[in-house]
C-alpha cells in the first residue's frame, strides 16, 4: 500500500507538467508556436473571383407534418411568406463550372406568429445541414441558384 502511495507520488510532477500546470525551464512559448501564415492579396483577389451572383434561387420548404414540400422562387431582395415563415433572399451565388450543385445562399427566416428569427445566414445547395434552420415543423433548404 506504501508502495503504491509512493509510486504515485513519483508519477504526479510528470502529470502536472503534461498538463501546462509546471512550466519546465527554458520553456519559451513564442519558439514553439508555429509562424502565421499570411495570405497575399492576390491569392483573396483570385478566390473572391471564382463565383458568380445570380438574379434568384429555388427554395425548397418541407412541412414535416403534412410531408408536403413547395417550391419557393425568389429574385435577390424578394420575401416570400411559406405558411408561418417569412424567406428573405439577399443573394446567391454559384461558381461558373457548377451552376445547380454547388450554390450558396444568403436568406434571413422570420417565424411570422412569433417574430423569431429562425434562420440567418449562408444556406449551402450541396451540404444543407452544414447550415440548417432549425425550427421543429419546417425545413427550408437551398436547391440551386436561379440563373435564367
Known amino acids: 500500500m506504501i508502495r503504491a502511495g509512493l509510486g ?71 420575401t416570400a411568406v411559406y405558411r408561418r415563415l417569412s424567406v428573405t433572399l439577399a443573394e446567391c451565388r454559384y461558381p461558373p463550372e457548377d451552376a445547380t450543385a454547388k450554390a450558396f445562399a444568403r436568406l434571413v427566416i422570420i417565424d411570422t406568429s412569433s417574430a423569431e428569427e429562425k434562420f440567418n445566414g449562408w444556406m449551402i445547395s450541396d451540404s444543407p445541414a452544414l447550415s440548417a434552420m432549425d425550427d421543429a415543423r419546417y425545413d427550408v433548404w437551398l436547391i440551386r441558384c436561379k440563373i435564367d
Open 8 to 78: 504515485f507520488l513519483m508519477l504526479l510532477p510528470a502529470t502536472v507538467w503534461a498538463q501546462g500546470l509546471i512550466i519546465p525551464p527554458g520553456y519559451d512559448p513564442a519558439r514553439e508556436l508555429p509562424a502565421p501564415t499570411v495570405v497575399a492579396p492576390s491569392v483573396v483577389a483570385q478566390v473572391q473571383e471564382i463565383v458568380t451572383d445570380a438574379p434568384g434561387a429555388m427554395l425548397r420548404a418541407l412541412d414535416r407534418i403534412s410531408g408536403l414540400t413547395t417550391d419557393l422562387e425568389l429574385a435577390a431582395g424578394e
